[in-house]
């Protein structure tokens, strides 16, 4: 078997496309489109996201047939653990790959056109000049803040206190300090246990229940921040499925964090704010304004960022290959398959 991809990249953080040899997915929504791929053909997003042809940090895009009538096509976004909902860096090197492979008409100097994703419609705005495409930008689905300051008792922490909110996705936000970290001197090897016991514990604790879709109501993630004001650019590292770093500012999440500071009187409608990732890659966010919405206080906000073509090629999948289906790097040799056991 094989599969065809293409490979961008935004700020670092990869955008794996297949472009051949994934089965149609035939769901009545995007959803159900996403359910199949997980329940049908996961073996495949595990070849192309695993080793020994990804890396417990690749991301990909599996292209499907919109089912909004608006968007030019659908997508299904993909990582080391299964399928997020939504994807900022993704939809920004999508609107790349959009115009470079003639799936929308190139428009100078502003190339527009929606996508559908899990959490809903996209709308993209794609700078395009001399043949080139730019600056990215998209418009978020509503964001929300789900909960503010709750007190989570956090085993080797204590009591840390975070935000949750939505972006497409939702995630715990505060600043590292609530760890007893600092966000530049600890190693971030450290920050990642910390968000990632973060996100295990409210996970078990909390119930998170999206407005209008069910599929869409779980924790995605935590954002360890600085304590930057809302003047001034902003640091963050995003630490999501199962501890998988964003090596971009995380779209999403940065939807989600003016979303929050919007909340929080800290950013007004027209704000723009710019947030850098552990690459020292940018996104610009901005409010665009209240939207009605089933969950108070939703707003819409804009992204923009560039990416990145890589490369492109094909990978085989030898139905004889015992780690055809690929593999993660077990913590312990104890837990390789077959070895002995322990006493």
Same mark, same amino acid.
């Given at each position: 078997m094989r599969l065809a991809y293409i490979d961008y990249h935004t700020c670092g953080e990869p955008v794996r496309i297949v472009t051949s040899g994934y089965p149609e997915l035939t769901g009545a929504t995007i959803l159900e489109k996403r359910r199949q791929a997980r329940e049908l053909h996961d073996d495949l997003r595990r070849a192309m996201m695993l080793e020994p042809r990804g890396h417990d940090g690749m991301y990909g895009v599996i292209p499907v047939a919109a089912t909004a009538p608006e968007a030019a096509f659908g997508v299904l976004f993909t990582h080391n653990e299964g399928y997020s909902t939504m994807c900022g860096h993704? $939809?920004?090197?999508?609107?790349?790959?959009?115009?470079d492979h003639g799936l929308v008409p190139a428009v100078e100097p502003v190339t527009r056109f929606a996508i559908e994703a899990p959490c809903g419609l996209l709308r993209l &705005?794609?700078?395009? #000049?001399?043949?080139? +495409?730019?600056?990215?930008?998209?418009?978020s689905v509503p964001a929300f803040v789900? &909960?503010?300051d709750l007190a989570v008792a956090l085993p080797g922490f204590? $009591?840390?206190?975070?935000?949750i909110a939505y972006g497409g996705?939702?995630?715990?936000?505060?600043?590292?300090? /609530?760890?007893?970290?600092?966000?530049?001197?600890?190693? +971030?090897?450290?920050i990642v246990a910390a968000a990632g016991a973060l996100t295990d514990r409210v996970r078990a604790t909390r119930a998170i229940t999206h407005p209008t879709e069910p599929d869409l109501g779980f924790l995605y993630g935590t954002i360890v $921040?600085? #304590?930057?004001?809302? #003047?001034?650019?902003?640091?963050?590292?995003?630490?999501? &499925?199962e501890r998988q770093i964003d090596r971009s500012p995380t779209g999403s999440g940065v939807t989600a964090r003016m979303a929050l500071d919007h909340a929080r009187g800290l950013i007004p409608t027209g704000r723009s704010r710019s947030f850098r990732s552990i690459t020292g890659g940018a996104f610009t966010g901005t409010v665009v304004g209240p939207?009605?919405? !089933?969950?108070?206080? &939703?707003?819409? +906000? $804009?992204?923009?960022?560039?990416?990145?073509?890589?490369? #492109?090629?094909s990978f085989v999948i030898e139905p004889d290959d015992?780690?055809?289906?690929?593999?993660?790097? !077990? /913590?312990r040799l104890a837990d390789i398959p077959g070895a002995p056991a322990q006493g």
């Open positions: 993704a $939809t920004i090197a999508l609107g790349h790959y959009a115009i &705005a794609c700078e395009f #000049e001399g043949g080139r +495409v730019g600056t990215v930008s998209f418009e789900e &909960a503010r204590g $009591t840390v206190v975070t935000d996705a939702y995630y715990c936000i505060l600043p590292a300090s /609530r760890f007893g970290l600092d966000l530049f001197a600890t190693p +971030v090897e450290e $921040t600085d #304590e930057a004001g809302p #003047e001034a650019e902003s640091f963050n590292l995003c630490v999501f &499925a939207v009605e919405y !089933p969950a108070a206080g &939703a707003v819409t +906000v $804009t992204v923009a960022g560039t990416s990145h073509l890589a490369g #492109e090629g015992p780690l055809r289906h690929g593999f993660a790097l !077990p /913590r």
